[in-house]
Nanobody
Framework: VQLQASGGGLVQTGGSLRLSCAVSGRTFSRYTMGWFRQAPGKEREFVAGINKSGDTTDYADFVKGRFTISRDNAKNTVYLQMNSLEPEDTAAYYC????????????????WGQGTQVTVSS
């Protein structure tokens, strides 16, 4: 399984970005998906997750009401819509996949994509 994240970039405070993560293979619907982020000098942290069918989502408190995770199982893609971005959201964002039936807030995922950089200017 290979994960390819994209959609990062430079945006001003209050702006929006949509990240995408394309997953190779025919078994995308068998994976619970997550987005994590890691800022320089900090540990990787959970941002949002979505279960296999897409009917259950989970968010870190610091993004609730601003970010939305979704998935399209027909396109093998998971998305992270990020609104009202703040300089504190600046980080490399990673998508990850797990066989777990539940969203995991730990980094115990089976597969990881490369990071896509999000930079929010003040």
């Amino acid at each position: 399984v290979q994960l390819q994240a994209s959609g990062g970039g430079l945006v001003q405070t209050g702006g929006s970005l949509r990240l995408s993560c394309a997953v190779s293979g025919r078994t995308f619907s068998r994976y619970t998906m997550g987005w994590f982020r890691q800022a320089p000098g900090k540990e990787r942290e959970f941002v949002a997750g979505i279960n296999k069918s897409g009917d259950t989502t989970d968010y870190a408190d610091f993004v609730k009401g601003r970010f939305t995770i979704s998935r399209d199982n027909a396109k093998n893609t998971v998305y992270l819509q990020m609104n009202s971005l703040e300089p504190e959201d600046t980080a490399a964002y990673y998508c990850a996949a797990t066989r777990s039936n539940y969203v995991l807030e730990s980094t115990s995922y089976d597969y990881w994509g490369q990071g896509t950089q999000v930079t929010v200017s003040s």
